[in-house]
């Protein structure tokens, strides 16, 4: 039996679930106890930490070091328009202020960091389940090695268009985790890119309450968990699919004491840090009249901030033609420029390893220009 009790205010807050037979007294003590760290505030993490608050869970802890800005709110429902506002709050920020008036009762604490070995040191030993609501590739390894090394499950989603997938990594040696489904080796390479990453602003929903309700049942020890095998959803079809993910006895998951973090740089955000992503102030104030490569689809264009469109001169094109028009056109330096700075950082580096030089991309794309130019 757990220790303590409700209080009268909380037996009313969550008397449908005390109702329950699968939750009852013990089990909203058991969500009240629960400590759940939540990666990611953005579509999924929103939606986890709402219902998580929601459903009475005490302690929460929300890791994001970005901030709110216009191309997140058809998806992330704990954002609002306000945060839109110059300077863009941080993601955690504006979660807290929403999550605060979902439930008193929730204890909040908040990390506007992006995810780090270090961060992982720092906050795994201290709580009972993690949560993946991160967007890319390098974190999601991170976030799998992490808890390996500290003993911990993880409750992952990832999103594309319509389409999601759900899994419990790493759960009581039922199931294998994320290098057991998707086995890779040596350096990690980002392969989302801007176009590819488009998603439904439903689809985060669907999968991020699948994710809150798997957290709720393994809190609760209750139910079939998705451990050692994947949910696949496709909302334009109305399919779910299970395939099973068997455990490699050669993966890393089957040795948790040899796993080793130090090979993940401290900010696992590779497209901040690269020497040729360059942040847009920096670029006026290297280059007042900047050639900007615009690699942007059809979809993508929106005017971009009048301090730029006065004074740079904007040349649109396909990253297929770009090589062949810095050939005819030698100028120096050129600028790339896309939705999120991810396909011009691809492009950029696949230059530069061909031998171009003053080559550059535009760090964050036009998401980030908009937060950057008033
Ligand atoms: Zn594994």
């Known amino acids: 039996m757990l220790q303590g009790e409700l209080s009268n205010k909380e037996r009313i807050r969550y008397l449908r679930h005390l109702l329950m037979p699968q939750v009852g007294t013990q089990g909203q003590l058991r969500l009240k106890h629960a400590n759940i760290l939540i990666i990611g505030a953005g579509g999924l993490g929103g939606v986890v930490a709402s219902y998580l608050a929601a459903a009475g ?19 992330q429902l704990i954002h609002s328009s306000a945060g839109t506002q110059t300077p863009a709050p941080l993601k955690v920020d504006s979660a807290r202020e929403r999550i605060k008036t979902i439930n008193p009762y929730t204890t909040l604490t908040t990390h506007s960091d992006f995810f780090t ?27 799998n090695d992490a808890a390996i090394k500290y003993k911990k499950s993880i409750v992952f989603a990832s999103l594309y268009h319509f389409e999601g997938q759900l899994s419990v990594w790493n759960h009581e040696n039922s199931g294998g985790c994320l290098r057991c489904a998707y086995p890779i080796d040596g350096e990690i390479k980002e392969r989302a890119s801007c176009q590819e990453s488009g998603v439904l602003g439903v689809t985060p929903a669907i999968l991020g309450t699948m994710q809150a309700q798997e957290v709720i049942k393994i809190v609760l020890g209750i139910g079939k968990i998705a451990a050692g095998q994947i949910i696949s959803y496709d909302g334009l079809n109305h399919t779910i699919d299970q395939f099973m993910v ?15 973090l130090d090979h993940y740089s401290q900010a ?11 942040n847009i102030l920096e670029i006026l104030a ?14 993508e264009m929106v005017e971009l901030p009048d301090q730029l469109e006065e004074c740079a001169t904007l040349l649109p094109m396909e990253k297929e033609s770009v090589e062949e028009f ?11 420029l896309c939705q999120q700075g991810v396909d011009s950082l691809v492009l950029a580096r696949e230059l530069v390893q061909k031998g171009w030089s003053d080559i550059f991309s535009i760090n964050g794309g036009v998401s980030k220009i908009y937060l950057d130019l008033p």
């Open 57 to 75: 869970v005490g302690r929460l802890t929300l890791v994001d070091g970005d901030h709110v800005d216009a191309t997140n709110l058809s998806r």
């Open 117 to 143: 070995a270090k961060t992982a040191a720092e906050l795994l030993p201290e709580c009972d389940l993690i949560c993946d609501c991160t967007d890319n590739f390098k974190s999601r390894y991170l976030i």
């Open 246 to 260: 068997p455990i490699n006895p050669n993966c890393i998951c089957q040795r948790p004491d040899e796993v080793n």
């Open 268 to 278: 696992p955000m590779p497209f901040q840090q690269d020497p040729l992503s360059i």
């Open 286 to 299: 290297q280059t007042p009249a900047p050639h900007i490569i615009d690699l942007r689809s059809y979809e």
């Open 326 to 336: 810095i050939t005819n056109n030698p100028h120096s330096p050129y600028y790339l």
